[in-house]
């Protein structure tokens, strides 16, 4: 029995046969990518937009980001070789990736808003706030978002705006998240197989990698669980696309409606 249960665990196709030093590369690498630009964000308040106030400096900012990010994703792979099994590259579950990743996209929205909403309600029943203070709370601190992109050219500059739906929203965003999501958690698996490798090791990892990535953890809780489910990145590549681009499209309308929570 033991010597069966050897032969099914070194035949496993997710357990890496590749030397734990080149994992640590790539580990470290990949894993490490976006801590740099959290530190700074924490110290360091930024005057412009991170994507610029014009079309062509927002594809300059995306292509070097973008540059950067596979440069540093290339050098791990290239230490750890990950197949494509380990890094859920492969396209699944068929013609319902779309779908689903609709059907993801609405319920993050609506998990998310739910969420807040019972946070809330807790902090008025339990009456650690009242409502004009939570309102005030609101007003004085609205979401940063006029750290990344700029309001006005969303309204006035049509190329920026759909630039942000797309380039932004699926490929810097989407894309380049996931990709590091992914190989974050296989660097993970292959170095402490006993604790990540099962799929509650799984979703405690997603959990340790939402946590890691800041502020937008929870957004990030949800499509790592989306990942590990479908064993593949890309429903919840698009799921993630489609949710920013959706927050871009919507970011107009509030600016307008609701100057007082313009930054």
Same mark, same amino acid.
């Not at 502020?215 to 799921?239: D, E, T």
């Given at each position: 029995?033991?010597?069966?249960?050897?032969?099914?665990?070194?035949?496993?196709?997710?357990?890496?046969?590749?030397?734990?030093?080149?994992?640590?590369?790539?580990?470290?690498?990949?894993?490490?990518?976006?801590?740099?630009?959290?530190?700074?964000?924490?110290?360091?308040?930024?005057?412009?937009?991170?994507?610029?106030?014009?079309?062509?400096?927002?594809?300059?900012?995306?292509?070097?980001?973008?540059?950067?990010?596979?440069?540093?994703?290339?050098?791990?792979? @290239?230490?750890?070789?990950?197949?494509?099994? #380990?890094?859920?590259?492969?396209?699944?579950?068929?013609?319902?990736?779309?779908?689903?990743?609709?059907?993801?996209?609405?319920?993050?929205?609506?998990?998310?808003?739910?969420?807040?909403?019972?946070?809330?309600?807790?902090?008025?029943?339990?009456?650690?706030?009242?409502? #004009?203070?939570?309102?005030?709370?609101?007003?004085?601190?609205?979401?940063?978002?006029?750290?990344?992109?700029?309001?006005?050219?969303?309204?006035?500059?049509?190329?920026?705006?759909?630039?942000?739906?797309?380039?932004?929203? $699926?490929?810097?965003?989407?894309?380049?998240?996931? @990709?590091?999501?992914?190989?974050?958690?296989?660097?993970?698996?292959?170095?402490?197989?006993?604790?990540?490798?099962?799929?509650?090791?799984?979703?405690?990892?997603?959990?340790?990698?939402?946590?890691?990535?800041?502020?937008?953890?929870?957004?990030?809780? $949800?499509?790592?669980?989306?990942?590990?489910?479908?064993?593949?990145?890309?429903?919840?590549?698009?799921?993630?696309?489609?949710?920013?681009?959706?927050?871009?499209?919507?970011?107009?309308?509030?600016?307008?409606?609701?100057? #007082?929570?313009?930054?």
């Amino acid at each position: 029995m033991t010597n069966l249960f050897q032969m099914v665990h070194l035949n496993d196709p997710m357990k890496s046969q590749v030397p734990r030093w080149r994992w640590w590369i790539h580990f470290l690498l990949i894993g490490g990518y976006f801590f740099p630009g959290l530190i700074q964000g924490l110290y360091f308040t930024r005057r412009d937009p991170l994507l610029t106030r014009s079309s062509r400096g927002l594809v300059i900012v995306c292509g070097l980001n973008f540059v950067i990010f596979a440069i540093v994703f290339l050098s791990g792979w @290239l230490a750890s070789r990950a197949t494509v099994d #380990e890094l859920l590259l492969r396209w699944r579950p068929g013609w319902w990736v779309l779908p689903l990743a609709i059907g993801y996209s609405i319920a993050i929205r609506i998990a998310l808003a739910v969420i807040g909403f019972i946070v809330v309600l807790f902090l008025l029943i339990t009456q650690l706030v009242n409502l #004009e203070s939570l309102h005030n709370f609101a007003l004085q601190n609205p979401p940063r978002i006029d750290r990344l992109v700029d309001f006005a050219a969303l309204q006035t500059n049509r190329i920026y705006y759909w630039l942000s739906l797309t380039l932004v929203s $699926f490929i810097i965003a989407g894309l380049r998240e996931e @990709l590091w999501r992914t190989a974050t958690l296989a660097g993970m698996r292959a170095l402490w197989p006993r604790a990540f490798m099962s799929r509650t090791g799984e979703s405690i990892a997603i959990v340790l990698i939402a946590v890691a990535f800041g502020a937008a953890g929870l957004l990030g809780l $949800f499509l790592g669980l989306i990942l590990i489910v479908h064993r593949s990145i890309w429903p919840a590549v698009i799921a993630h696309g489609l949710f920013d681009a959706m927050t871009f499209a919507l970011l107009p309308m509030v600016a307008s409606k609701f100057p #007082e929570l313009r930054p």
